[in-house]
Each structure stands twice: as C-alpha cells, then as structure tokens.
C-alpha cells in the first residue's frame, strides 16, 4: 500500500502524505520519497514541489518511535558514538553495492538504513533543481519537522497546532537533520533551547523567530502553497540549482550531518532511552483506546519530565 500520492499541475507537483490516523513517518514511505524524488532529477518538467498531508490538522506527528525503538533493539547494545559514526560510514559505503540493501533489511542493520535514506532523501531535496515548499497543516514533531526543514520554503496553517522537536522527552535527540538545519533557520541559541526544552512552538512562535515563512488560514494553506509553487516554478532552474547549491553547500553540513547520525544511534542505543521509547508507546496505546490525540495537555508531562525519569 503507498502512502505518498501525487497530483501534477503544470509545472507543480503535490505530493501527499496519508498514514492515518497519526501520520507517523516510516522506513517505507522516506523510501517511496527518495525514489519519487530520484525520478524528478532529470524531469525538467517540474518546477516546484508542494509536500503536504492528506490527514486533517496533522502534517506529521513524528517518525514511528516503534520503529526507530526496533532498530536499536536489533542492533543489541549500546554504542558510542564514534563506533556509530564508523558503522554508519561502512554502510553508506555498503548500500552502493548491487542487492547490499534488500540484505542489510535483513539484519540487524536495519535501523541504521532507514536513518540513512532519511538523511539521503533530505540531501536530495535540497541538490535537485526544484522549489520544494511544505505546506504545513498541523501538527509537525520531531521527523516531521526536519522534513518541512528541508524544503525550501515552509507555509504553516495557523491554528492549535504545534511544531517542534521533542525527541529529548524520550532520551534520545533529532536524527532526521534537526541538529542541523534549525539552528540554520532559526540561529544556534534559539535551536538549541528549543532542542532541549523539547517543547514545541504555536504556529505564530514558530514564524516569530522565522522557523515557518508564512501563516495563511487553514482552508487557505494549499492554495497559497499553490500560487506559491506556480510562481517559483517559473524560476530559471539552473539559477534556482545554484542557489540552492550556494546555501546548502556548506561542507560543514555534511559532516554535521553525520555527527548528528552517529550521536542519534549513541543516545537511542542506551537502556534508558529505549526504555523511555516503550513507555511512549504504551502512552500512545492508551490515547487510541481512549479514542483520544496527542494533544498539547496530555503531552505536557512528557514535556515536563515527570513521564519518564531518566535520573532514577
């Protein structure tokens, strides 16, 4: 079943994420991105990219913690982040090879690869010739917020929505380019006690300090994200290549970048943090039997520190 949709409109092209009810981000769908955005790399025909939800007031809750929970269980033990950052080198370097992929699906490498093609998708959004704009309509936590970063420009429904990155809330830090492209957005200081508070921004905190570019009414956020898209798809693209080649360049990035890959597997390696993913998902589970949402109120212990205690 695919969970990414496309709708073509002249030089624009909307894609649409749709995993209901919570809309997490999964290894499947950051794979269906990559190849969906490898096939634009030589289509000069598309200008401009819309990304957007198909689940009301929700863009992407967060990348599925049971996922990211299985792969550092898979893996076994803990890992220092120099040990990380030399596995996950081995495994860029591996992936080239013909059918290393489908293998290492199979083995305990598994969430190392999914953590990869993330980074790999975020990399390719920002090399390819094309406007990518997100059209933000709702909720936009941890991985859902580091893929809006890594479009070009960033729309936000206004309303009682929030975004952020909490990740630190169940021990672990963002691994999806948060680390890095925030702090480029919004300045180091901001980034980072955003980072650490784990607590995430309103829709007019978030413009405030220049994390989103626009805010627009709900029911108008995809046609402004349109006339947006229509316009900047008009752009010369060689120029709007080596714009973005000039601004997401910096080697500094890349090797941020990889920093940031090998601490995320470090942290979520350990016992607390995998400890604290479970009791997040039991959290989770006890929302949905109670037919309830992650909502700003019954996430705030979370934010506060009392769900977990990683002092104990």
């Not at 990348?63 to 269980?73: A, F």
């Not at 206004?158 to 999806?176: L, M, R, S, T």
């Not at 909502?295 to 520190?305: M, Q, R, T, V, Y």
């Amino acid at each position: 079943m695919s969970f990414v949709h496309t709708e073509r409109r002249g030089r624009v092209l909307t894609v649409t994420l749709t995993n209901p009810p919570l809309n997490f981000l999964t290894g499947s769908i950051m794979d269906e991105l990559y190849e969906l955005f490898l096939s634009l790399d030589k289509d000069h025909s598309v200008g401009a990219v819309v990304l957007t939800s198909g689940v009301k007031d929700v863009f992407i809750s967060h990348y599925d913690v049971g996922e990211i929970l299985h792969g550092v269980e898979a893996a076994g033990v803990e890992l220092p982040a120099a040990v990380a950052g030399s596995v996950l080198r081995a495994q860029s370097a591996i992936e080239h090879v013909p059918g290393a992929r489908q293998l290492m699906g199979r083995t305990p490498a598994q969430g190392t690869q999914s953590l990869l093609r993330y980074h790999q998708t975020c990399a390719l959004m920002q090399r390819l010739n094309k406007v990518f704009i997100a059209a933000i309509n709702g909720r936009a936590l941890g991985g859902g917020s580091e893929l809006a970063l890594a479009c070009d420009i960033r729309i936000m429904a206004d309303g009682p929505y929030q975004i952020g990155q909490p990740e630190i809330c169940v021990g672990i830090i963002p691994g999806g380019g948060g680390t890095q492209r925030l702090p480029r957005a919004v300045g180091h200081a901001r980034a980072l006690e955003i980072m650490l508070e784990g607590r995430p921004l309103s829709p007019d905190e978030a413009r405030e300090i220049g994390y989103v570019h626009h805010l627009v009414e709900p029911e108008r956020l995809l046609e402004f994200a349109a006339e947006t898209a229509e316009r900047l798809a008009r752009r010369s693209p060689a120029a709007v290549k080596a714009i973005k080649h000039a601004v997401y360049g910096d080697p500094s990035l890349a090797s941020g970048l990889h920093r940031e890959r090998a601490e995320f597997v470090a942290a979520g390696s350990t016992k607390e943090a995998r400890a604290a993913m479970r009791a997040y998902l039991e959290f989770l589970d006890q929302l949905e039997e109670r037919g309830e949402d992650i909502s700003e109120e019954n996430f705030a212990p979370w934010i506060e520190g009392t769900a977990f205690d990683f002092t104990g």
